[in-house]
């Protein structure tokens, strides 16, 4: 699985490090609870990133832990959260909520008479963010809005929606959304869910 002078940096596992074959890194990550691991091709690339922390590398693009069946399920990290949002009407009701991916279980919902399915995306993932902190876990979060990972990584929801007296209630959580991703420091992965090759993600609200 290994290749010649590729680089396996391990953030989390029986013993953190550098590590310049597959079955070295691999020895570290067996059987350990929450492994934090990537490749690299260069040792200054994993060097680079050992300096840094796991959430700002996990794409989960790595070739170390994947094969041409890159897109089947069976690469899904089902030890994680998912969150979707959903819009009756755009703008119209909106509602979010934060699941188990394996087992569904809803972990957190909010509904607001007035919002946008990306407004929901967002609030939904820093909610999973915030979850996630909170309770001290290091796994992902899964979304499929690529605005929403986008706004967030930016720290600002870029919404056109006006502020008005219908939506002034979601304009203050999205405020507080904004304030919390610029004053907290989080090292969970956050993952694009493949919808193509995997399905609705598990927080979908099932309205298509």
């Not at 699985?1 to 550098?18: D, E, L, S």
């Not at 007296?165 to 507080?176: H, M």
Request: hydrophobic residues 35%.
């Amino acid at each position: 699985m290994a290749k010649k002078n590729k680089y396996y940096v391990v953030w989390k596992g029986a013993k953190p490090g550098i590590y310049s074959s597959w079955p070295e890194c691999q020895a570290q990550i067996k059987g350990f609870n929450g492994a934090q691991y990537k490749g690299f091709a260069t040792l200054v690339e994993a060097e680079k990133a050992m300096k840094g922390t796991y959430g700002q590398y996990a794409n989960f693009s790595n070739k170390a832990k994947t094969s041409n069946a890159i897109n089947s399920k069976q690469n899904i990290y089902y030890n994680s959260i998912s969150v979707d949002a959903a819009c009756s009407g755009n703008p119209g009701v909106m509602e979010y909520q934060g699941v188990n991916t394996k087992t569904k279980e809803q972990l957190f919902h909010l509904k607001f008479d007035l919002g946008t399915n990306n407004i929901g995306e967002f609030l939904a993932l820093v909610h999973g963010l915030s979850f996630l902190k909170k309770h001290n876990s290091p796994v992902p979060v899964y979304s499929d809005s690529k605005i929403a990972i986008g706004w967030v990584k930016n720290k600002k929801c870029k919404t056109k929606l006006e502020v008005n007296a219908d939506t002034k209630e979601l304009f203050a959580l999205v405020k507080r959304a904004e304030q919390w991703l610029k004053t907290n420091t989080y090292t969970t992965p956050i993952l694009k869910w493949d919808t193509k090759n995997w399905g609705e993600i598990p927080a979908d609200f099932g309205r298509k």
